[in-house]
């Protein structure tokens, strides 16, 4: 084998090398894709079951329903629409009516978002700049 073939074999397998990392790569940030979604957006545009997403909102008020064991369910609000949620879990402390949150899971057949994370927002920093600007706009928006 000449300097010349070993130098290409060389670069050939580098390449080959390269591009399954890439494919790898693209292919596990494929599988951890999640749609941000409001009320609104979720009923106009519904996401195929078994999707996951993250839906953000207000957790309506009179809507939290404790469940045997650690099961929850409440219902996300932008203050027209209301989307419920069952989450089979330990809440966020700063969990509470009226209090805007982030949950993330797979829609059901009926609709119905089975949450496996819920993140509770302390301040503005928490909570995402279109679910902001979105309760804004729907006039939901309380300033302290």
Known sequence: MTRKRKRLAVIATGMCFLALAAGLTFYALGQR??????????LTQPAAAGERIRLGGLVQEGSVVRGEGTRVLFAVTDGANV????????????????????TEGTLSPDGTLLADTVLAKHDETYMPREMADRLKEEGVWKEE
Request: charged share 20%; hydrophobic share 45%; glycine share 6%.
């Open 33 to 42: 894709t999640s749609y941000f979604y409001m009320p609104a957006d979720l």
């Open 83 to 102: 989307i419920n949620v069952v989450y089979e879990g330990i809440l966020p402390d700063l969990f509470r009516e009226e209090q805007g949150i982030v």
